[in-house]
């Protein structure tokens, strides 16, 4: 997926002010309210247009976060890469439509379920200390601003409740809406395996990587939290492989780019 952003004859200079709308959320008191973070929000997202499609609505949030957090950037692409494979596999066994209908819609789904982390103050990006109960909740608020900032654009409607859904659990004890077994959509829990599994096996600043081997084991066993069975059971196949063959090649060259950089 190219990161060229492509919106009309002024792409280049809107670019640089959504950058600068950005920005202003990196110095926010972590103790700003939140009518205070949806006015600044409501200001960013009112410079984009509306009919923007899902790959330079992708592509922007990748250039916005390369402003803010490279490893929010790395953690996103890589899980665009993992949630792409995940889909073509998916697509090519003609199983039931879950709204998303191409390789690159389950690619901007992978990219685009953390921008409501773009609210974030710079601390909470580099924080390595344990969370307390504030910032816990300033944490778990990203994936309901997520789903805030998506429902404003017409083309997102395939992504926007996988992208609420990806920190929820099957036994209740995830977040935002503490749902509980078949209140989970299904693309909802293969995106919050997808999204788990990158977290663990990419760099992270608070935790050590694990192995792809580890981590699918650490799945298996519930050690990730509690996940939909159906789901595990289509998404692990294609996490185990070895440097995941079942991507394609374009694909498994930008993974060992952004891995090498880590």
């Not at 929820?168 to 909802?188: A, I």
Request: hydrophobic residues 40%.
């Amino acid at each position: 997926m190219s990161r060229e952003l492509q919106i009309g004859d002024n792409s280049r200079e809107l670019l640089t002010l959504l950058i600068d709308k950005a920005k202003v959320f990196a110095t926010l008191p972590e103790t700003t309210p939140l009518v205070e973070i949806q006015r600044h929000l409501n200001e960013l997202l009112s410079f984009i247009p509306k009919d923007i499609s899902l790959t330079n609505l992708a592509n922007l949030a990748v250039l916005l976060f390369e402003s803010r957090d490279e490893i929010t950037v790395k953690h996103i692409s890589r899980t665009g890469d993992i949630l792409r494979m995940v889909g073509e596999e998916y697509l090519q066994r003609g199983l039931p439509s879950v709204g998303l209908d191409t390789p690159e819609e389950w690619q901007a789904l992978g990219i685009l379920h953390d921008f409501g982390k773009i609210t974030w103050p710079d601390s909470m990006f580099m924080n390595t200390e344990d969370l307390s109960k504030e910032k816990l909740a300033l944490v778990r608020s990203h994936s309901a601003w997520s789903w805030y900032i998506l429902e404003k654009f017409e083309n997102t409607q395939g992504i926007l409740l996988p992208s609420l859904e990806h920190h929820e659990r099957m036994d209740g004890k995830g977040y935002p809406r503490k749902l509980q077994g078949e209140e989970n959509s299904f693309l909802g829990q293969v995106m919050a395996i997808c999204d788990v599994f990158e977290a663990r096996t990419g760099f992270r600043r608070y935790n050590h990587r694990m192995s792809s081997a580890d981590a699918t084991e650490a799945l298996v066993k519930g050690e990730m939290g509690s996940f939909s069975q159906e789901a595990l059971d289509f998404v692990l196949p294609l996490l185990r492989c070895e440097d995941y063959p079942c991507i394609a090649a374009d694909v498994i060259e930008r993974l060992n780019a952004l891995t090498a950089k880590e």
